[in-house]
């Protein structure tokens, strides 16, 4: 199944995928498996900008399904559906 990732506030990962959005093939169904996929193609660069010492989405990361839908952090069993659309928000505090 195709996921498409849209990352917002990742500057690195722009530069590294030379776009804020990519398709991804996914063999799994679900939040995790997405996870380990964007791990194993792009290493260091999602370990940096996504996730923490414990390989967790890091705490500043929130995680959006479509749009709409927020996808706990720890879930890694959340489901996910061909088509799908996961944004990754770096959230920055301030005013």
């Not at 506030?9 to 030379?18: E, M, R, Y």
């Not at 799908?84 to 928000?89: A, G, H, I, K, W």
Request: glycine share 12%; proline share 2%.
């Amino acid at each position: 199944m195709n996921i498409c990732v849209k990352t917002i506030g990742f500057p690195d990962l722009k530069k590294n995928w030379g776009s804020n959005e990519i398709t991804v093939g996914l063999e799994g169904r679900t939040f995790g498996d997405l996870l380990q996929n964007l791990k194993l193609a792009y290493g260091d660069a999602i370990q940096k900008a996504l996730l923490n010492e414990k390989r967790a989405v890091h705490g500043s990361v929130q995680v959006l399904r479509n749009e709409r839908k927020w996808i706990p952090r720890g879930d890694l069993s959340f489901s996910l559906q061909d088509g799908d659309e996961v944004s990754f928000l770096l959230m920055v505090a301030g005013g």
